[in-house]
């Protein structure tokens, strides 16, 4: 059975960080992208950060451009996201994904496998 397990996630205070990890089961997931999406209440969900199956390519929305870093170990089926500088806005449900795509993509229709997500909540 494939599955995507996210922890890490976890009440901080603003200026603080958090690093959160995606575990892969079931089969390799070293040749698919990965991303990570987050939902905050009453939005959509958005794209946070993705990295090709590589590793060789990453890509992070503008609003944590400089603040998170996404990387993976393929011997481990792992990803992770560390997020530095927390700021409130921050605060969203943190999903990750996988899915076999060239490079890596923006939109959640592109990966085929989902987490449940982990809590980020930033306090100030």
């Known amino acids: 059975q494939v599955q995507l397990v996210e922890s890490g996630g976890g009440l901080v205070q603003v200026g603080g960080s958090l690093r959160l990890t995606c575990a892969a089961s079931g089969r390799s997931f070293s040749y698919d992208a990965m991303g990570w999406f987050r939902q905050a209440p009453g939005k959509e969900r958005e794209f946070v950060a993705a990295i090709s199956w590589s590793g060789g390519s990453t890509y992070s929305a503008d609003s944590v451009k400089g603040r998170f870093t996404i990387s993976r170990d393929n011997a481990k089926n792992t990803v992770y996201l560390q997020m530095n500088s927390l700021k409130p806005e921050d605060t969203a449900i943190y999903y990750c994904?996988?899915?076999?795509?060239?490079?890596?993509?923006?939109?959640?229709?592109?990966?085929?496998?989902w987490g449940q997500g982990t809590q980020v909540t930033v306090s100030s």
């Open positions: 994904a996988a899915g076999r795509i060239t490079g890596w993509s923006t939109r959640p229709s592109s990966y085929a496998y």
